[in-house]
Nanobody
């Protein structure tokens, strides 16, 4: 089992940047592919980005491609989401998730463990 704790959210003006981090407990972080999802008020949870175990393969959702990127540091048991050129429509709670397999997942049911989320609010 793995425990995930997100950080780095906050209030930012449009065009600004935030770097979200997700710290995982345990010694088996490298056993998990990782993902980021987000959920705006009244909306479902949508895929943002994912990365495989080694960090050698990533997938970014089309609606944030070119602005967001995902990375991981397996020595620090942490996955990151760098968000640039933020827009008001990026406002949401951002969740990280862990998947106990090698392959990248893009839907919520692909993931086994979830963090509590971190709020990102982008003002216009």
């Amino acid at each position: 089992q793995v425990r995930l704790v997100e950080s780095g959210g906050g209030l930012v003006q449009a065009a600004g940047s935030l770097r979200l981090a997700c710290a995982a407990s345990g010694r088996t972080f490298i056993s998990y592919a990782m993902g980021w999802f987000r959920q705006a008020p009244g909306m479902g949870r949508e895929f943002v980005a994912a990365i495989n175990r080694s960090g050698g393969s990533i997938t970014i959702a089309d609606y944030v491609k070119g602005r967001f990127t995902i990375s991981r540091d397996n020595t620090k048991n942490t996955v990151y989401l760098q968000t640039n050129s933020l827009k008001p429509e990026d406002t949401a709670v951002y969740y990280c998730a862990a998947r106990a397999t090698q392959g990248i997942g893009v839907i919520t049911s692909n993931y086994d463990y979830w963090g509590q989320g971190t709020q990102v609010t982008v003002s216009s």
